[in-house]
């Protein structure tokens, strides 16, 4: 047998989200099996933006209303934190069962988008069930954002809004990193190994990162977040080097 050697493991933590709801506060109430998330219905105060941000409003759409409109999709991204070490090795714990949903335009009503824009009926410009995107039972938590007039023509804009939101959504991801590691529905343990003898495999990908705005951070604080990445634009497109564990550990944010 070939001999392998484990260069860093990552253990996944899920906690399996049955309802998401509006309450006083954030919390994570646990069931027998599941939990429920509660978020503030006075979430503005938990929203800091800069001048370029007219408006952000939140709302939970429920698996079976669907059929509502949205602005341009922005991001559609899972809720997860870093509970032990650095992206790509240690302990990682994420919500399933909801997704966050960034959709936006500006309050002349230009879409945030950069070649085309997926404003419309959710249930009609995204699918579903697939790699990224919600299942049929998930929750999504939708972020409407206005921003200034014509401040989405430049990627300041539309960063400014990820920046936001990722500083709200760090509310709920402290929720769990305090949870205990017994409590999770699901845990599941990757190795990166190097096998004697193998063949090297590379998987390349390539990601946006085009003009003024249309662009991908990589290796946030948090997995599959915001602030902390660096620039595929400001990069200059360089090719860059992920572990399998790093990109599994949510490394890469499209970002428009």
């Known amino acids: 047998m070939a001999k392998e050697t484990i260069l860093r493991?990552?253990?996944?933590?899920?906690?399996?989200?049955?309802?998401?709801?509006?309450?006083?506060?954030?919390?994570?109430?646990?069931?027998?099996?599941?939990?429920?998330?509660?978020?503030?219905?006075?979430?503005?105060?938990?929203?800091?933006?800069?001048?370029l941000i007219k408006s952000i409003d939140i709302r939970i759409i429920e698996p079976t209303a669907r059929h509502t409109h949205v602005d341009s999709i922005m991001d559609i991204f899972p809720i997860s934190t870093k509970a032990l070490g650095k992206l790509g090795s240690g302990i990682t714990r994420t919500l399933t069962g909801v997704y966050g949903l960034i959709a936006g335009s500006d309050e002349d009503g230009n879409q945030v988008c950069a070649f085309g824009n997926s404003d419309g009926f959710l249930d009609e410009q995204v699918v579903f069930n697939k790699p990224g995107t919600p299942?049929?039972?998930?929750?999504?938590i939708v972020f409407d954002c206005k921003l200034k007039s014509k401040a989405g023509f430049s990627k300041s804009g539309p960063d400014s809004v990820h920046k936001a939101i990722d500083d709200y959504c760090q509310n709920?991801?402290?929720?769990?990193k305090n949870m205990k590691s017994?409590?999770?529905?699901?845990?599941?343990?990757?190795?990166?190994?190097?096998?004697?003898?193998?063949?090297?495999?590379?998987?390349?990908?390539?990601?946006?990162?085009?003009?003024?705005?249309?662009?991908?951070?990589?290796?946030?604080?948090?997995?599959?977040?915001?602030n902390g990445g660096r620039s595929i634009i400001d990069s200059e497109g360089s090719p860059i080097m992920l572990t399998p564990n790093e990109y599994r550990d949510g490394a890469l944010r499209a970002l428009y």
């Open 135 to 140: 299942g049929d039972n998930d929750y999504i």
């Open 172 to 176: 709920i991801r402290a929720l769990l």
């Open 182 to 226: 017994q409590d999770a529905t699901e845990k599941h343990t990757f190795n990166d190994k190097i096998r004697e003898n193998a063949k090297k495999v590379v998987l390349v990908k390539l990601v946006s990162g085009q003009g003024a705005m249309y662009d991908t951070h990589y290796m946030p604080q948090e997995p599959s977040g915001f």
């Open 9 to 51: 493991t990552l253990t996944i933590q899920s906690f399996h989200v049955e309802d998401v709801m509006f309450g006083d506060e954030f919390k994570l109430i646990k069931k027998e099996n599941t939990y429920d998330l509660i978020i503030p219905t006075d979430y503005k105060k938990y929203l800091t933006y800069n001048e």
